[in-house]
């Protein structure tokens, strides 16, 4: 049994008459009465009551014309998505993301990528860096949109620069530093310092190493913090100064100052990642498409095992 001697029976079902449908499916009469015939042979009841005037449905027949209109119906449905999925336009796609650098980049796109692609299913994960590049690496997310790796935690990994920010020192308003217009790297060493979860945002720790290698200082570390969002909560009590992103004031608002840091000429890169030997779909290259167009430009930076020993 084929989809075709389903498409045969339902076009005489329909026309309750062999010529009328042989005309429809461009076919010859004959043919089809012995594709018909065929068909009910294998399923071994007859669906059509054949005679002179034309043929009507046995009470098989109907129940079959029932559930044959079901399956092809199911049938075309399936190519129509498979093909959709092909375009781009169909499927699931799983996307990591770090909240507060993206702020600007990934809520825009996001509104633009469902208006275009609605029947695109897009799944956010807020994860940490960490769980970011182990998530692009194992296959469970397909991209990630985040600050740009360095070194061994970018292993296997290629990432393209949609945005830059310049580094800047976050501080409540009750701080004594809240006076000052800038901030020099020495100033921010000889403070309490918020950071981030070392475990989880072990690339953090990488980029003040290089701020403050070259002087020879260690920051003192009071706090880390295993999200943006707490991180925000331990320098607005007080606790503490954070080295961030002035792409922070979206989530702060009025709660935290930042004052430009002096002394370095360091940026904070956000863009999109992906694993480099990862399968990325036609949705996912897609979304890469708007997220291109709505960060305004980018510059496509690998960065590969090779590079990174």
Not at 204 to 229: K, N, Q, W
Not at 233 to 251: D, N, Q, Y
Request: with cysteine.
């Amino acid at each position: 049994m084929e989809l075709r001697h389903l498409r045969y029976f339902l076009a005489v079902a329909e026309a309750l008459n062999f010529t009328k449908a042989a005309a429809l499916l461009r076919i010859a009469q004959p043919a089809l009465s012995r594709r018909v015939r065929d068909l009910e042979d294998e399923i071994g009841v007859d669906l059509l009551k054949r005679s002179p005037r034309g043929v009507t449905l046995t009470a098989e027949g109907k129940l079959f014309l029932e559930k044959t209109r079901h399956l092809l119906k199911l049938a075309d449905e399936s190519v129509e998505q498979v093909r959709a999925l092909a375009r781009g336009e169909f499927g699931e796609l799983h996307v990591g993301y770090a909240p507060a650098p993206t702020v600007e980049i990934l809520p825009p796109a996001l509104a633009a990528f469902q208006k275009a692609f609605p029947r695109v299913r897009v799944l956010l994960h807020d994860l940490s860096e960490q769980e970011l590049n182990d998530g692009l690496r194992n296959g469970r997310l397909e991209l990630a949109i985040m600050p740009r790796g360095e070194g061994s935690q970018s292993a296997g990994l290629e990432f393209e620069m949609l945005r830059s920010y310049p580094i800047c020192v976050a501080l409540a308003p009750t701080h004594r530093f809240a006076r000052l217009k800038t901030i020099t790297l020495e100033l921010v060493a000889a403070e309490p310092m918020i950071g981030f979860s070392r475990k989880d945002y072990p690339e953090y720790y990488l980029a003040l190493d290089r701020l403050y290698g070259p002087l020879g200082i260690t920051p003192r570390f009071v706090v880390e913090c295993d999200s943006g969002s707490s991180l925000i909560t331990e320098v607005e009590t007080g606790r503490g100064i954070a080295i961030a992103s002035p792409v922070l004031k979206h989530a702060t608002g009025k709660r935290l100052l930042y004052r430009p840091l002096t002394g370095t000429t360091e940026v904070m890169s956000v863009g999109i990642a992906r694993a480099t030997k990862g399968d990325v779909t036609p949705a996912g290259e897609k979304f890469c498409e708007i997220l291109r167009k709505t960060s305004n430009g980018s510059t496509l930076v690998k960065s590969r095992a090779a590079r990174s020993s």
